[in-house]
């Protein structure tokens, strides 16, 4: 059986903060990734690119750094 690995693009976010009930320092890291693969196309049915996936994942970041900051300031 053929084996296929999928390059990927990834970008790692950490949102740190102070407890407020135990007053320890927190912080809590994810990674946003997608992978180059014939399954994942943009709107006009081509390949994503590298770029493309890029704004896509520093979006989902940024919204997923946002809500962070709202429920653990």
Known sequence: MRR???NEVAIKATHRWKDSESGKNRQETRKFFQTINPFNKN???EIKSCDEIMVEIRAER???L???REVKP
Do not use: E, I
């Open 62 to 64: 940024d919204a997923w």
């Open 4 to 6: 296929y690995v999928f």
């Open 43 to 45: 709107a006009a049915g």
């Open 66 to 68: 946002a809500a962070q």
